[in-house]
C-alpha cells in the first residue's frame, strides 16, 4: 500500500479521445419534439438545472437524438429512472416510452454547456465536447473551483483559482 502522507501534487491533464461512432441517417425534430419542449416551457422546466437560465438554452438529447434508429426504448426508459432531473421518467413508469424525443429523454441546457468550444484553448464546455465526468465537474465543484476552464480562460488562470 502506498504512503498515506504522500500526496499527488497539483497537475494539468489533457487527453486526446478518439471517439468513433457510427451515426445512421437521421431525420429532422418531430412533433413529439415540439410537443415535449411545449411542456417543458409550461411546466417551468424550460431552463437549465445547472445555471437556473431560461435564456440561451439548447435542448439535449439524454440518448443522442441520432441514434432513434438503434435504440432500445426499454433498456432507455429503465435508464432514464436515473438520470431523471424534473421528475418526468418517475411520473410516467407506468408508460412506454418509443420516441427519441418523448420529454424523459431532453435535458434543456445553457449553450455553453451544451455544445461550446472555449476558442481560446480548444476544450470543451459542453456536454458534447468532453467527457462526463470533466463535464459533470463544471457543475458540482465549489464555488469558484472549477477545473475546467470555461470560456476566455486560461490555464494559469484556472490554476490560480483551484485549491
Known amino acids: 500500500m502506498g504512503n ?3 500526496i499527488t501534487t497539483e497537475h494539468v491533464e489533457q487527453r486526446t479521445i478518439k471517439e468513433i461512432i457510427i451515426t445512421p441517417e437521421h431525420g429532422q425534430r418531430s412533433a413529439e419534439f415540439r410537443r415535449s419542449v411545449a411542456k417543458l416551457k409550461k411546466d417551468g422546466n424550460y431552463r437549465c438545472p445547472i445555471t437556473d437560465r431560461t435564456t440561451n438554452i439548447q435542448v439535449h438529447h439524454i440518448a443522442e437524438f441520432s441514434l432513434a434508429n438503434v435504440i432500445d426504448f426499454d433498456k432507455l426508459k429503465a435508464f432514464l429512472l436515473v438520470i431523471d432531473p424534473f421528475g418526468y421518467s418517475e411520473q410516467m413508469a407506468d408508460q412506454p416510452l418509443t420516441h427519441i424525443d418523448d420529454i424523459r429523454n431532453l435535458l434543456p441546457l445553457a449553450t455553453e454547456y451544451h455544445n461550446n468550444i472555449n476558442n481560446l484553448l480548444g476544450n470543451g464546455t459542453g456536454i458534447h ?3 462526463f465526468p470533466a463535464w459533470v465537474a ?3 465543484c465549489k464555488d469558484g ?3 475546467v476552464p470555461q470560456e476566455g480562460e486560461t490555464i494559469e488562470t484556472v490554476l490560480e483559482r483551484v485549491d
Open 129 to 131: 465536447n468532453m467527457t
Open 4 to 6: 498515506p502522507e504522500k
Open 145 to 147: 473551483q472549477c477545473p
Open 138 to 140: 463544471q457543475f458540482v
